[in-house]
């Protein structure tokens, strides 16, 4: 199979319909073509005879032969030969539509197929029979974005800024609109950023205090990350701004992920989503945007337990609705190098399987970092459950991050030493194969500077199939406040 892969991609030109197919392909095709009118859905494969398991079979084998030649697809590099020009038309097609795929003759909104980087190790799926090819069809708009994110010595440091640092409940406010009439139990919520957070400051003069500590220390920084909610469109605009001019200081590549919100007014709901910001030297591209696919529910204990005194009148039956839109259904793989795919979830997207967790199983990012307005991020909280599921499959490595604001708020409701001592753990970390580590902000620091390291691994398919040691597995090394 492997060795078919590489001589049909071998073979492959520009202009494709020039593609001289290896004859055991052409054999299997035809073959394939000759019984299409037979049905498989009923059929037991494992007790079919004849015809039936023939045909069985040759899918098997050109889903096998079609992988292998897509080994590392959707990457830039380079062949032994120069250009891959295979890799630069598959590159072309996932940049072409809305719907990111390599399809050219299948609509991309009834399926794509799309560039993968774990198969999954436990259990048993379709997903289990892939390595470098993932197929997925459902309301998600997948958006495969190439970075260019340099990683020196496979090290990728992430400097984890929990803002805001204190957040006054009267932030969180009850909100009428009234073109959306809800049922009696039901209202809307709405968050404003600047009544809520009460440590309001310059995220430019913030983010060069961090700077020059991790510089004191000799560390440099590869992407920055707020958490859920964390900034204004001003202070969004602030903070790119300042990673752009630090990037033409030391000529360093950096990428901005960061939580983004607006309140509600009386003319539309009000915003939450994620920004992904490349920030090159003295240049800095808006690149991305990608809206939270569910809206946050709150109920009585959470109320309580943030202390959000606006909405505390209500009745005990009510529940809030966060008043934000609900936009097309996006996510963005950022494919920063054939070791490196990095999906970011905002807070629910992490615990629903739809309609996200189909895509994201499929794909099996390296890296998942989901960005939180919740409590601490504690290994037996709703987070570190949520993100061991995907750290076993598709065997993904998972950060969560919350701000010290909404951490500082739970603990303020509770008095017990054990909740004392988890105030300021404000992000998780789960990885295949090991423990969850707990992330805490040390007293009188502003952010965590996290140390991981990417490691070539082994995988196999359901076939026994292995993918050239060519998984990456983000791993942890170190957490360290500044």
């Known amino acids: 199979m492997k060795g078919l892969g590489e001589k049909w991609r071998r073979s492959w030109t520009r202009q494709g319909d020039a593609c001289e197919v290896p004859q055991r392909v052409a054999e299997l095709w035809k073959s394939l073509l000759s019984h299409w009118s037979i ?41 032994s030969n120069g250009v891959d020009s295979f890799n630069q038309s598959a590159i072309n097609n996932l940049s072409s539509t809305q719907n990111s795929s390599l399809c050219q003759q299948i609509q991309p909104s009834r399926l794509s197929v799309l560039p993968k980087s774990h198969t999954p190790q436990t259990g048993f799926t379709i997903r289990s029979l892939s390595h470098h090819l993932a197929m997925y069809s459902g309301e998600m708009r997948p958006r495969w974005e190439k970075v260019p994110l340099q990683t020196k010595d496979k090290k990728l440091n992430l ?46 003069a913030l983010l060069e ?74 240049e800095t591209i808006a690149w991305k945007r990608q809206s939270k696919h569910h809206r946050w529910q709150l109920d009585k204990s959470q109320i309580d337990r943030y202390g959000f005194t606006a909405l505390q009148p209500a009745l005990d039956s009510q529940l809030w609705w966060e008043c934000i839109d609900l936009n097309h259904r996006d996510l963005s793989i950022l494919a920063c190098s054939p070791l490196l795919t990095l999906c970011v979830l905002i807070c629910e997207d992490l615990a629903r399987p739809d309609p996200v967790g189909e895509l994201v199983r499929a794909i099996g990012p390296n890296l998942i970092i989901a960005l939180l307005a919740d409590a601490p991020q504690l290994v037996n909280r709703w987070p570190g459950k949520y993100a061991s599921v995907l750290s076993d499959d598709p065997g993904s490595s998972v950060l969560t991050l919350t701000s010290l604001g909404m951490v500082k708020l739970s603990a303020s409701k509770r008095s017990t030493k054990a909740s004392k001592t988890d105030s300021r753990v404000v992000a998780l970390w789960s990885q295949a194969g090991k423990r969850p580590r707990q992330i805490a902000l040390q007293k009188g620091k502003r952010a965590v500077l996290l140390e991981l390291e990417i490691e070539n691994r082994t995988e196999y398919t359901a076939d026994g199939r292995d993918d050239r040691s060519l998984a990456g597995d983000v791993r942890f090394l170190s957490a360290d406040s500044l």
């Open 159 to 204: 400097l984890l800024v929990p803002f805001p640092y204190d957040i006054a409940p009267k932030g969180f406010l009850p909100f009428d609109l009234r073109a959306q009439k809800m049922p009696g139990k039901y209202g809307y919520f709405t968050f404003d950023l600047k009544a809520g957070n009460t440590g309001a400051e310059d995220i430019k």
């Open 39 to 79: 049905k498989l859905m009923d059929t037991d494969v494992n007790q079919a005879e004849g015809l039936q398991r023939e045909i069985a079979e040759t899918l098997l084998q050109l889903m096998a032969i079609a992988d292998e030649s897509c080994v590392l697809v959707g990457f830039a590099h380079m062949s």
């Open 209 to 282: 205090e961090i700077f020059q500590k991790a510089k004191l220390k000799g560390r440099h920084i590869d992407v920055v990350v707020f958490p859920e909610l964390a900034l204004t469109e001003h202070q969004l605009a602030d903070a790119r701004e300042f990673l752009s001019q630090k990037s033409l200081q030391d000529t360093q590549i950096r990428l901005l992920l960061c939580g983004v919100g607006e309140k509600a007014n009386a003319s539309r709901s009000g915003s939450n989503r994620a920004h992904f910001e490349l920030v090159l030297p003295n």
